[in-house]
């Protein structure tokens, strides 16, 4: 069974343009997370999508962005990029939103912004 | 405010000796917490949760709601253990995982 994949691996952009990373959930499950992991800050919850549908949000100002297609495959974009953006970009998949339900997350994307 | 402390962003032990890696969480309602481990060049992966009371790989975690902490426990720290460790809540009803900072465990020869 294929986990959770993240592409691009690795982007390179510089300040003020915008990113947009993708992650495929595994296969069955609705709900995708969205986490950044900035060198020294773990792992800070960006964006929670259920169902295509938006749940919650982290503390990320609104350039943050992302939505959640119909085959319940997510995209993240970053406008305006800000140096500080340059981070690991996890992706996470579980079977529903519920209470229990094991997470498992993708490899990751690097954003690097110069 | 919800959050996981994770005092320690290093810890380094001997092989063979007990490993204790500390989490304290503050949430009001009843917490789900959890242990996710990231060895090098691998994805991160749910070690155990508290509410199967398991023991993965030798580790244990007891939920202690008086002193709001989920310390991960092994009496005998194994050189394979060396890897970053996280500590996580889930919120209920927003259903959110809030992350520590994680904690590097690396066990010497």
């Known amino acids: 069974e294929a986990g959770v994949t993240q592409s691009p691996t690795h982007l390179i952009k510089t300040r003020g343009q915008q990113a947009t990373l993708r992650c495929s959930p595994i296969s069955g499950h609705t709900s995708v997370y969205w986490y950044q992991q900035a060198l020294g800050l773990g792992l800070q919850f960006l964006l929670w999508y259920d169902e295509g549908e938006e749940r919650n949000r982290g503390n990320f100002p609104p350039r943050f962005s992302g939505r959640q297609f119909p085959n319940y495959s997510s995209e993240l974009n970053v406008n305006a990029l800000e140096l500080e953006d340059s981070a690991l970009y996890l992706c996470?998949?579980?079977?529903?939103?519920?209470?229990?339900?094991?997470?498992?997350f993708g490899e990751g994307s690097w954003l690097t912004v110069v | 405010a919800q959050r996981v402390t994770q005092p320690e962003k290093l810890l380094s032990v001997f092989k063979g000796a007990p490993v204790e890696l500390k989490c304290n969480y503050s949430?009001?309602?009843?917490?789900?917490l959890f242990w996710y481990v990231q060895y090098s060049r691998q994805r991160l992966q749910l070690l155990l949760r508290h509410i199967s009371r398991e023991s993965i790989k030798g580790f244990t975690a007891d939920l202690n709601k008086g002193e709001t902490s989920f310390h991960l426990k092994k009496p005998f720290a194994q050189e394979e253990d060396s890897a970053m460790y996280y500590c996580a809540l889930i919120t209920t009803g927003t259903y959110k995982y809030i992350f520590g900072t994680g904690t590097r465990l690396k066990v010497l020869a």
């Open positions: 996470a998949s579980s079977l529903t939103g519920k209470t229990g339900n094991t997470i498992y």
């Open positions: 949430y009001s309602g009843s917490p789900e």
